[in-house]
């Protein structure tokens, strides 16, 4: 499972990571939510492309989003069957651009505190995505995309039995290779990953509100300070 993001590193890490042309500009962000607008990169024609899209996948077969449910995940286990992804793992597979993501334990509710995963060597997140645009009658469209999950690492499940399929980052390329690379050597790419790529450290349960968006939240809530020192003559009057 994963409901929230960071995205934290300078645009310039992620373009030389990725190396797409454009040259975007777009500030950190310390708790992404479904629905809003997250960066990633996709291949078009041999291309690789930055693009923004709307965090919760709609297939192009959709006629109400009001009536369909929101996917911000796609098990990479039935990918190639549903009909939902089954196109867009042969035709249209990204990466989201992040730093990390945070969880919450198994069975433990959004009250609990939550933790962030983040790569131990500090660089960028390869999460793999699948990706839509959807249309609407009116004619006007909107580009979506759903995070691939896989099952969880030994580290990770503790926390929940799923997990963001993070890439190699000698894989990316070949997740992206839409021409040279099929949908089943794709999802074979997307598997639980070492444990010792990540970090988990406790972050600030102010992130299960999806309002809140400061680096406050990338660590768990400051211990409350000692109880400032009595003075001689007050405890003397105590006494």
């Not at 990204?94 to 069975?107: K, S, T």
């Not at 949908?183 to 074979?188: C, D, K, L, Q, R």
Request: charged residues 20%.
């Amino acid at each position: 499972m994963c409901g929230r993001i960071v995205i934290l590193s300078p645009p310039d890490v992620f373009r030389a990571a990725y190396g797409y042309a454009e040259q975007p500009n777009f500030p950190a962000r310390h708790n992404v939510a479904p629905t809003q607008p997250v960066p990633v990169v996709t291949a078009e024609h041999g291309r690789r492309r930055f693009a923004l899209m709307r965090w919760g996948f709609l297939p192009a077969w959709v006629k109400d989003p009001a009536d369909f449910p929101l996917i911000i995940n796609a098990r990479i286990e039935t990918a190639a069957e549903k009909p939902s992804f089954r196109n867009a793992l042969r035709y249209r597979r990204c990466v989201f651009l992040a730093d990390g993501f945070y969880e919450w334990r198994r069975g433990a509710g959004r009250g609990q505190a939550p933790f962030l995963i983040r790569r131990a060597d500090g660089r960028p997140m390869a999460l793999a995505g699948l990706w839509e645009t959807w249309s609407s009658p009116d004619g006007s469209e909107i580009d979506t995309a759903a995070i691939v999950t896989c099952a969880a690492n030994g580290m990770l499940a503790a926390l929940h039995e799923r997990m963001p399929a993070i890439l190699d980052p000698e894989a990316v390329a070949r997740w992206l290779d839409l021409r040279e690379v099929e949908a089943g050597a794709a999802a074979a790419l997307c598997r639980p990953c070492p444990e010792a790529w990540l970090t988990l450290t406790p972050a600030d349960p102010r992130v299960n509100d999806h309002r809140n968006d400061d680096p406050g939240l990338l660590s768990g809530p400051a211990a409350p300070p000692p109880p400032a020192p009595v003075a001689p003559e007050a405890q003397g009057r105590l006494l």
